[in-house]
């Protein structure tokens, strides 16, 4: 996967999953040929190499936060990955905080949390809330002026 960026089309990706599956099966066959038919082996790696691909395609793209279009598949769905919550351990994984700031946030009420049975949560709704009320950092601009001596 490194050094390839992932394609911009549906038809492109489609077309790099293929000629990787051909690969794989070609490879394969040789070294299986003795013990069951061509065709089978074929149809086995090629299905299997197509879903190997486009998860690594899926979890690469959810590394570097870009979109990969919706395409059809044959018989799986598409999966959206995204939580619909955080644990306080994540949140503050998330947020670069201590667990003792994570309990004054959600004491003060400014960071929303939610229980669910014992648990508690925080729903990325409430988290997106919270970071986009604080207030913006000085930008250079605005910076005072720092003397050197």
């Not at 000629?19 to 082996?41: G, H, K, N, P």
């Not at 936060?65 to 799986?76: D, F, I, M, S, W």
């Not at 809330?129 to 601009?141: F, I, N, S």
Request: charged share 30%; with cysteine; glycine share 6%.
């Amino acid at each position: 996967m490194k050094g390839r960026s992932i394609p911009a089309k549906p038809s492109d990706l489609d077309k790099l999953v293929d000629e990787t599956a051909a690969r794989v099966a070609d490879a394969t066959i040789a070294a299986l040929r003795s013990m069951f038919s061509e065709s089978f082996i074929r149809g086995v790696i090629e299905r299997e190499a197509k879903i190997a691909v486009q998860a690594a395609f899926l979890a690469e793209a959810e590394r570097v936060r870009v979109e990969v279009p919706a395409q059809p598949t044959t018989g799986l769905r598409a999966i959206d990955l995204t939580p619909l919550a955080y644990r306080p351990k994540k949140v503050c994984e998330i947020l670069g905080i201590s667990m003792a700031l994570f309990h004054k946030l959600v004491t003060d009420g400014k960071l929303g949390a939610r229980k669910i049975g014992s648990a508690t949560v925080v729903r990325k709704e409430d988290l997106d809330a919270y970071l986009a009320g604080l207030p913006p950092t000085m930008t250079a601009a605005k910076a005072p002026e720092v003397r050197s001596r």
